[in-house]
């Protein structure tokens, strides 16, 4: 009876022994799912997220588009009205020119300036096939892209050596850390032949495709215009530090090798541009954009007289 008795408190161990097993299983079993749920979860809240945020995205950029293209529309109907009326002379009096306005929008606001693309230095103006005549003073079409009588430079210089003349100037005026002379006419030397048609080597310093393939990440000239001031990086000994600072004074127009500067339009902070192209002394240029009036000069004689 006593061994009958312990058999049956033995299987009864047993039993609740394995039904606590049993029970332990089911709980982790049951966590596991409720993880698994809270990660699947998670995850289709972040694609929502994500989805949501591009289609937001999306519909900003739509916005943004349309701003623009009215921008653009607003400042032709700006210029057809400012040429209205003095169609013969472009200059920093006109409406145009005026400093830039913000005008609100939805979730922000809009703001533009428009800037006359003949009051820089075309860096397109160094390659051999240029055109253009120096620098002029008056007579825009009303498009940012004015033409004008020259002022008299140096004619028997071809137009890319005068655009490549003004370069070296203005780099070495810009009194660069660790840039003079020699190094703004090595700059010079790389850029024409980073411009021209063929793989010969201008001057000493110059560089062609055996300079540009036998680096790390090797790539070759480009030997056509630029397509925007950033691809200076890619030419030959200019600097981080010299391309900043030549952007307030250097452009590049595209597919377009004139070399043509309109006085009217060029500020008193760009005043080294002027110094460049003259080859005159600072106090020289800045006595000249002080006397031209609010209406800049008429006719290209009334500049020279002051030359």
């Known amino acids: 009876m006593s061994n009958k008795q312990d058999g049956i408190h033995q ?19 049951v966590m596991l799912i409720v993880a698994l749920a809270a990660i699947i979860a998670a995850q289709m809240t972040t694609r929502l ?47 145009w020119a005026q400093e830039e306005n913000a005008y609100p929008v939805d979730f922000g606001e809009i703001s533009g300036k428009i800037s006359d693309l003949q009051a820089c230095l075309n860096l397109n103006a160094l390659r051999a096939d240029s ?11 009303g498009n940012g892209n004015g033409n004008g009588n020259t002022t ?26 660790g840039v003079g002379e020699f190094e703004a006419e090595a700059m010079a030397d790389a850029l024409t032949d980073w411009l021209d048609k063929d793989g010969y080597i201008t001057g000493t310093s110059g560089a062609e495709d055996d300079d540009y393939a036998s680096r790390e990440f090797a790539y070759l000239a480009a030997n056509h215009y630029l397509a925007s001031i950033s691809e200076l990086r890619l030419v030959e000994h200019f600097t ?4 900043e600072a030549l952007k307030p004074y ?30 005159s002394t600072l106090d020289e240029a800045q006595q000249i954009l002080a006397a031209r009036e609010d209406e800049g000069y008429e006719k290209t004689a009334d500049f020279l007289t002051l030359n």
Not at 131 to 141: E, M, V, Y
Not at 240 to 243: G, L, Y
């Open 240 to 243: 981080p530090a010299v391309i």
């Open 11 to 29: 299987g009864r161990r047993y039993l609740l022994s394995h039904g606590a097993k049993q029970q332990g299983v089911a709980l982790i079993t």
């Open 49 to 95: 997220q994500m989805q949501m945020q591009r289609s937001v995205n999306s519909n900003f950029n739509q916005q943004a588009y349309w701003y623009a293209m009215g921008a653009e529309e607003f400042s032709k109907r700006l210029l057809i009205f400012d040429f209205k009326d003095d169609a013969d002379v472009t200059h920093l009096g006109q409406v």
């Open 131 to 141: 055109t253009g005549t120096g620098t002029t003073a008056g007579n825009g079409n």
């Open 250 to 279: 250097i452009c590049v127009l595209p597919q377009n090798s004139d070399h043509e500067i309109n006085i009217n339009t060029i500020t008193s902070e760009q005043v080294e541009l002027l110094q460049a192209l003259l080859g």
């Open 152 to 177: 008299g430079t140096n004619t028997t210089t071809p137009p890319n050596e005068q655009a490549r003349i003004a370069l070296e100037k203005l780099i070495s005026t810009l009194a660069v850390d």
